[in-house]
C-alpha cells in the first residue's frame, strides 16, 4: 500500500464558499497530482507537482489552485465552491519504474464533495 | 481531444469466461501503457503495465497486449471471478513524461 491519506473523505459544501482538501504522502515521493473523476470522463488532471512549491496546471485547473510547501503534503484549493465541481477528488503519487523514464502513479483513497 | 479511449462503457461476463476489455490512443508519443482498477469508494490500483518494446505482459490471470501499429491495447482476465467486477482505466504516457493520460474507464461485471 501506497502511503497515501486525504482529508476530508466527504465534504458538502455551499456555493460561492472556500474549500481546501489535503493529499499526504509518507513515501517521499517526488511527483503529487489532482484528478477529479466524473461519469463519462474517467480521471482529468487539475494540477500536480514536481516538488516542493513546483506546481504546474493540468487540463481542467479554472476555478483551482494548489499549493505543496512541504514534499509530504499537497493541497487543492477551490476558492469559490461551484456545483460544477461536485465529484470525486483523487490525489496520486508517482515513482518512476526500474526501466527509468516511465512513471506508475498510486492513488489515495478519494473525497467526495458536493457543492450545494 | 480524447487521446485515450475506452469505447466500452460496460461489459458483462460469465464466471469462468475470459474478460477483454479494449483501448485504444492517438497519440504516437505513448510508449508506456497502464491499466488500474477501480472498486466503489476507493481509489485506482494499479493493475499491470506494458512498454512499447512488448507486445504482451503476464501477470497471473492478467495479460495485456499491445498492437503498436494499430495503436491498441487490450487487457485479458481469464478466468473472470466475481472480484474482478470494478471499473477498468486504460492509460498512456510517453517516456521521461511524468503525467499519465486516462480513458473514460470500462465497467466489468463478471456474473456468478
Known amino acids: 500500500d501506497a502511503g497515501i491519506t486525504q482529508s476530508p473523505r466527504h465534504k458538502v459544501t455551499e456555493t460561492g464558499t472556500p474549500v481546501t482538501l489535503r493529499c499526504h504522502q509518507t513515501?517521499?515521493?517526488?511527483?503529487m497530482y489532482w484528478y477529479r473523476q466524473d461519469p463519462g470522463h474517467g480521471l482529468r488532471l487539475i494540477h500536480y507537482?514536481?516538488?516542493?512549491?513546483?506546481?504546474d496546471k493540468g487540463e481542467v485547473s479554472d476555478g483551482y489552485s494548489v499549493s505543496r510547501s512541504k514534499t509530504e503534503d499537497f493541497l487543492l484549493t477551490l476558492e469559490s465552491a461551484t456545483s460544477s465541481q461536485t465529484s470525486v477528488y483523487f490525489c496520486?503519487?508517482?515513482?518512476?519504474?526500474?526501466?527509468?523514464?516511465?512513471?506508475?502513479?498510486?492513488f489515495g483513497p478519494g473525497t467526495r464533495l458536493t457543492v450545494t | 481531444d480524447q487521446q485515450v479511449k475506452q469505447n466500452s462503457p460496460s461489459l458483462s461476463v460469465q464466471e469462468g469466461r475470459i474478460s477483454i476489455l479494449n483501448c485504444d490512443y492517438t497519440?504516437?508519443?505513448?510508449?508506456?501503457f497502464l491499466w488500474y482498477k477501480k472498486y466503489p469508494a476507493e481509489g485506482p490500483t494499479f493493475l499491470i503495465s506494458?512498454?512499447?518494446?512488448?507486445d504482451k505482459n503476464e501477470d497471473g490471470r492478467f495479460t495485456v497486449f499491445l498492437n503498436k501499429s494499430a495503436k491498441h491495447l487490450s487487457l485479458h482476465i481469464v478466468p473472470s471471478q466475481p472480484g474482478d467486477s470494478a471499473v477498468y482505466f486504460c492509460?498512456?504516457?510517453?517516456?521521461?513524461?511524468?503525467?499519465?493520460?486516462f480513458g473514460t474507464g470500462t465497467r466489468l461485471t463478471i456474473i456468478p
Open positions: 496520486a503519487i508517482s515513482e518512476s519504474t526500474r526501466q527509468g523514464g516511465f512513471y506508475e502513479q498510486y
Open positions: 513515501e517521499n515521493h517526488r511527483y
Open positions: 507537482s514536481y516538488g516542493v512549491k513546483d506546481t
Open positions: 497519440n504516437s508519443m505513448f510508449d508506456y
Open positions: 506494458i512498454s512499447s518494446i512488448k
Open positions: 492509460a498512456a504516457s510517453a517516456f521521461g513524461n511524468e503525467k499519465l493520460t
